[in-house]
């Protein structure tokens, strides 16, 4: 059986399909891939659940967020880092359980931002705390056994981009942040936020 990995292309993404490959077959989709997924048109999801057989798990590494002070961050802003990060994990758990095999599971990713916010990062905080509330509200409701947790990472060594933003915050490798997501999807807990490195 397939593991399924959304957002395999990026940093965490590739680590990730590193890390499962050694024990699992695995699918990984992003916007750029064929199969294509792109979380925020939700029925390209549905093709691929409907043109696959039932996976073992579902991991979700995407999802855009805006960095910009309060007194800058828009309605519209929030609504596309909600659409993006939040509802397009919520939907890959609502559209996927039906595709995902009596015992499986969900993975999504959330973020360190949601307990240690840094400068610009109302939105950014506020989505990771919804992607980890989603998680404990929902995974008690899921059928068959299917378990659900977020891993949730500090800021990783390779995301350079990230290193101004986040000064002074210990940094680890996509390869840890990937081992957590291996212990989700291997192990038996559900509801849990995993923090990765921190
Ligand atoms: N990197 C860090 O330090 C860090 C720390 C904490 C939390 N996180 C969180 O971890 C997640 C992944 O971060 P990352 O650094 O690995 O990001 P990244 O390198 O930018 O990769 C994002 C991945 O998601 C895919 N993607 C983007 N939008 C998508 C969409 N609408 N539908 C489907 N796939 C989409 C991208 O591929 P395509 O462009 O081909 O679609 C790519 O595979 C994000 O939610 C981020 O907030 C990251």
Do not use: C
């Amino acid at each position: 059986m397939t593991v399924l990995v959304i957002g395999a292309t990026g940093e965490l993404g590739r680590a990730t399909v590193s890390a499962l490959s050694a024990h699992y077959d695995v699918l990984g989709v992003s916007r750029s891939t064929d199969p294509s997924v792109n979380l925020t048109e939700p029925e390209t999801l549905d093709a691929l659940f409907a043109n696959h057989d039932p996976f073992e798990a579902v991991v979700v590494l995407s999802g855009a967020v805006p960095f910009a002070p309060l007194a800058e961050l828009s309605r519209e802003d929030f609504q596309t880092g909600f659409t993006s990060k939040f509802l397009g994990q919520v939907e890959a758990v609502q559209r996927g359980v039906a595709h995902v095999v009596d015992g499986g599971s969900f993975t999504l990713v959330s973020g360190i931002l949601s307990d240690h916010p840094v400068p610009g990062s109302a939105a950014a905080s506020s989505i990771n705390s919804a992607v980890n509330g989603f998680v404990v509200g929902a995974a008690p409701q899921l059928p068959r056994g299917i378990r659900l947790n977020a891993v949730s990472p500090t800021v990783v060594t390779e995301s350079v981009r990230y290193h101004e933003a986040f000064r002074g915050f210990e940094q680890i490798p996509a390869a840890q942040v990937a081992q957590w997501v291996l212990r989700s999807v291997a192990g038996e807990q559900t509801g849990q936020i995993f923090r990765a490195g921190w």
